[in-house]
Structures are given as C-alpha cells and as structure tokens.
C-alpha cells in the first residue's frame, strides 16, 4: 500500500480529485467506483470544480457505488442515490444510465443484489474505486468479521457503531436503516486501483490498524495490503497513529 500524508483534509481530498480526474484523461470510457459518507464531500467538490474548468470530463464514464441502505428509495434524501445526484451526478456530465447504486427499496432486495452484482461484472471491475473507512474498519459496508459473499453484491446487517456514526444524517426522529445492500469485500478489492481516502483524528487509530495490523476479516480495510494497486491518502490528523 502507498501511503500519502497531507497536511490538510483539503489538500487530501483535492489529491484525491486529481488522482480521478488524471483517471479520466488517461480513460475516458473509465469505470470509476464511488463511495459516500461524509469523507467523499470535498472530493467531489473538488472534481465538480475540475469539470468546470474543463479537466474532468465523465462524458464516457460509467460509475458504480459502494453500497446503498436497504428499504430507502432513490428518491429519500437519506438515500446515498440523492447523496450522489447532490454532490456529483447531477453537477457533471454523467447521464442517469451511466450511474450504477444497488436498489435500495427492490421488492425482493436479494434480486437487486443479483442484478447490480451482474452489471458490475458486465462493465467492471473498477479501474479506480474510491473508499472510505468506518471508525471500525469497515469498507463499503463490509462490517468487521463479514464472511465471505460469493455473490459479491448482498444485504448486510449494520452494526450498531454503523448506525451511531451515521446517525449525524438522519434527521432526529429519524432511524438510520438496519440493514444496507453492499459489494463484498472481495469485489471491491478487484478494483484495477483503490484510493482509500481518510481525514481527522477520529480516523487515526484505525487506519494504523489497517496498514500496519495483521490481514483479517476483523478488519476489512486490512484487506487493502493485498491489493497490488492501494493507496491511501490521509491528512495529518488520520495520519496521527502511524508507526
Ligand atoms: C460509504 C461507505 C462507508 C464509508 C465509511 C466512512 O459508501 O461505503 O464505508 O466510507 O462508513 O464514512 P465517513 O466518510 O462518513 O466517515
């Protein structure tokens, strides 16, 4: 894994951004996998930008999330569907049939799985995937002791630590949902390339658990050191606990 230290969240998120836009020069026709959550905001801020100035074009891009929470139409602010239309589908030049979520609200949510899990594996696998990480390690929703998926797209129970940390989402009386659709761990991880991107301090401990703690399931983001390709982009802060 290569890791990049920035003294900024800013400056983290902005390298990020131009590690996507770069991806797209090189490929215009590029599968890029998205990840929402508070971390991505300044990203895709920062790819907004780029595209305005004319260095970001998705045109022929295809795109396809993480994860999405079961039960929540696309529709629902709360929805990670209207969090990409707000911070980046809707502000570029990517066409509704060229971004790809998990149906969160399918009558039977295992087909939405099968399906999604089909189109992934029709146009992907990623040729960049961008990532975030849970306070407990996770990846997309991949909570710690996950088994394996062999279908690779499946529904997740959430665990409580999830649903606390999220919760800022939600409005007060609302529920965060308990159970999400996610890609396994082990079609994340056959992303061409993988930009973990974390910032703050609260982030510090587990990202040193991830680079530099053993490989297991009990931490999925450790997962990341068997990929050929990782990187993983921190601001000082995340960066805090680093041997
Ligand atoms: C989001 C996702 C999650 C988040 C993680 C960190 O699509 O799959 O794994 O990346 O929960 O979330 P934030 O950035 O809000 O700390």
């Known amino acids: 894994v290569q890791v990049v230290i920035l003294p900024s969240a800013a400056e983290a998120e902005q390298h990020v951004a131009t590690l996507f836009a770069e991806q797209l020069r090189r490929k215009p026709d590029s599968v890029l ?19 305005r100035l004319g260095e970001a074009d998705f ?36 066409t509704p049939d060229r971004t790809h979520l998990p149906e969160g609200d399918a009558a039977n949510a295992e087909d939405a799985c099968r399906l999604y899990d089909a189109l992934y594996r029709y146009y992907g696998p990623a040729d ?28 997740v129970r959430l665990d409580e630590s999830t649903r606390r940390a999220n919760a800022r989402f939600f409005g007060a009386d609302e ?18 390339s993988i930009v973990l991107l974390a910032t703050g301090a609260a982030k510090a401990a587990i990202v040193a658990r991830a680079l530099e703690g053993p490989i297991g399931t009990d931490c999925p983001a450790s997962l990341l050191q068997l990929h050929p390709d990782a990187t993983v982009v921190l601001d000082r802060e995340a960066a805090g606990a680093l041997a």
């Open 128 to 155: 960049l995937q961008l990532l975030g990480i849970g306070l407990n390690g996770h990846i997309g929703f991949n909570e710690p002791g996950f088994a394996s998926a062999p279908g690779g797209t499946h529904v």
């Open 33 to 51: 996998g998205l990840a929402t959550g508070g971390t991505p905001v300044g990203v895709y801020r920062a790819l907004v930008a780029a595209h």
């Open 59 to 94: 045109g022929r891009a295809r795109t396809f999330n993480l994860d999405e929470y079961a039960g929540v139409p696309s529709a629902h602010p709360q929805s990670y569907a209207a969090y990409m239309r707000t911070h980046l589908f809707d502000l570029v030049n990517l």
């Open 175 to 192: 529920q965060v949902p308990e159970y999400a659709l996610t890609m396994s761990a082990g079609r994340i991880l056959q992303a061409r």
